[in-house]
T-cell receptor, first 116, second 113 residues
Framework: DVKVTQSSRYLVKRTGEKVFLECVQDMDHENMFWYRQDPGLGLRLIYF???????EKGDIPEGYSVSREKKERFSLILESASTNQTSMYLCASSSTLRQGWNTEAFFGQGTRLTVV | AQSVTQLDSHVSVSEGTPVLLRCNYS??????LFWYVQHPNKGLQLLLKYTSAATLVKGINGFEAEFKKSETSFHLTKPSAHMSDAAEYFCVVRGSSASKIIFGSGTRLSIRP
């Protein structure tokens, strides 16, 4: 079974703190994604990575950055946390063209981040 | 570019009656399309996927969806709703190669006893 593991289920941080959310997948997938989920808005793509050290902005990248130094790990960084970044954050991974581009994304359990 | 629109934010049906959750997509390429389900306080689970084989796709728990290119639609159906189907459902589109996976805004399905 594919496993996507997010380092924390719940996190409480203060405004202005630098926050790191970690995600690890064990299926050698090339693609990894970070989404945030808010009621009524579905899942919105923050960033995705299609290879080590490669990244592309999603629909809402402002206030976030990412790091992919190893294939299995994709980190989301909130440079200076703000209250409007309180949300559920979901990491996903999937295979890409050489591996079968039409496969689905596999998701972690999510990190519920509260910024106070 | 690709996008997906779920036409209903909330659908309520009686137990035992049919379910229809509507989804329209836009894609520059021949897309892959998916439906995911999320039960309260649970993770996302894949219900079914279309990947350019048969246009009628069968998924888990009795759900199915039909890909209609002329209508750019991928509606999700189930003949008879069960109380356990109450959840949020997401329609998802993916374009070519190493591309973004885009989610719709979700449809909350409620089942009346």
């Amino acid at each position: 079974d594919v496993k996507v593991t997010q380092s924390s289920r719940y996190l409480v941080k203060r405004t202005g703190e630098k926050v790191f959310l970690e995600c690890v997948q064990d299926m050698d997938h090339e693609n990894m994604f970070w989404y945030r989920q808010d009621p009524g808005l579905g899942l919105r793509l923050i960033y995705f990575s299609y290879d080590v050290k490669m990244k592309e902005k999603g629909d809402i990248p402002e206030g976030y950055s990412v790091s992919r130094e190893k294939k299995e790990r994709f980190s989301l960084i909130l440079e200076s946390a703000s209250t409007n970044q309180t949300s559920m954050y979901l990491c996903a991974s999937s295979s890409t063209l050489r591996q079968g581009w039409n496969t689905e994304a596999f998701f972690g359990q999510g990190t519920r981040l509260t910024v106070v | 570019a690709q996008s997906v629109t779920q036409l209903d934010s909330h659908v309520s049906v009686s137990e035992g009656t049919p379910v229809l959750l509507r989804c329209n997509y836009s894609s520059s390429y021949s897309p892959s399309l998916f439906w995911y389900v999320q039960h309260p306080n649970k993770g996302l689970q894949l219900l079914l996927k279309y990947t350019s084989a048969a246009t009628l796709v069968k998924g888990i728990n009795g759900f199915e969806a039909e890909f209609k290119k002329s209508e750019t639609s991928f509606h999700l159906t189930k003949p008879s709703a069960h109380m356990s189907d109450a959840a949020e459902y997401f329609c998802v589109v993916r374009g070519s190669s190493a591309s973004k996976i885009i989610f719709g805004s979700g449809t909350r399905l409620s089942i009346r006893p």
